[in-house]
């Protein structure tokens, strides 16, 4: 594994509502600019490739972060009367052999270039921050409220029909699934038999008595349409 210092320049970035994502970029390692003796000023100088673009790392940054890593990385078996020895831990090496290397030395890489090129928290202090606005696609749901006026109006118009309904037919009796709705609304030749006569149309009762006495049957009538006619008992 090796890490060197670049100059990265993003394409193609990605706003979410989990953060900023940078889909493509090109990295270009930069050099080291030799031109100034080393001790006379208290960085190192990187400069690009291609061009007069010049970087400054401090000292304490290009030594401690090489030194960092190459202890973290770098595990060796010391002699046991060392007293180094006690804090020698070689659960590093069974961790490299099973982790994914490359996943492990990009999120090492990441994590660098966020603290050296950031200011705070980081290691840049000559960062600068460029205010703008980020936009991401959204799903949402736009209501268009007065179309609830339909069906607002609907069950208006259904309570009023029901309303008038009971009004009307409040002193009609109510036979719900009987079969006395039949007579009630009169058989075929009902006006000629006396027997059917009568004022029972608030009494239910009346009307069941009367029923008990009557046989229908289903006929067609002269226009074709079927209607119950009273079946006339001979002896």
């Known amino acids: 594994m090796t890490w060197n210092y670049c100059i990265k320049t993003y394409s193609k970035v990605l706003a979410s509502p989990t953060g900023v994502h940078t889909e493509e ?3 270009v390692p930069l050099l080291r600019n030799d031109s100034i003796p080393a001790g006379i000023q208290p960085w190192n100088s990187f400069s690009h490739p291609s061009s007069d673009i010049i970087f400054n790392l401090t ?14 990385m770098s595990r060796e078996i010391t002699d046991h009367f060392d007293t180094e020895s006690q804090t020698a831990d ?9 982790a994914d290397l490359a996943n492990m030395t990009r999120n090492i ?9 950031s200011s705070s928290p ?4 000559w960062a600068e ?14 209501v268009h409220w007065p179309w609830i006026l339909v069906p607002v109006i609907e069950v208006l118009l259904a309570g009023s029909l029901l309303a008038v309904s ?6 009609q009796p109510l036979f719900k699934s009987s079969t006395l709705a039949l007579l009630y609304h009169g058989l075929d030749g009902i006006e ?20 008990k006495g009557v046989d229908v049957e289903l006929k067609k009538d002269s226009n074709g349409s079927l209607k119950f006619v009273k079946v006339v008992n001979t002896v």
């Open 25 to 27: 970029y090109t990295s």
């Open 59 to 72: 000292a304490s940054v290009q030594t401690g972060v090489w030194e960092q890593l190459s202890n973290l």
């Open 90 to 98: 070689f659960s590093v090496g069974e961790f490299m052999l099973y």
């Open 109 to 117: 890489e990441e994590t660098l270039s966020n603290q050296i090129r």
């Open 122 to 125: 980081g290691d840049n202090g």
């Open 129 to 142: 921050m460029w205010p703008g606005q980020a936009f991401y696609e959204e799903t949402y749901w736009q």
């Open 166 to 171: 009971i009004t009307v037919t409040r002193a």
């Open 192 to 211: 000629e038999d006396e027997n059917l006569r009568g004022d029972w149309v608030n009494n239910v009762d009346d009307l069941e008595k009367m029923a």
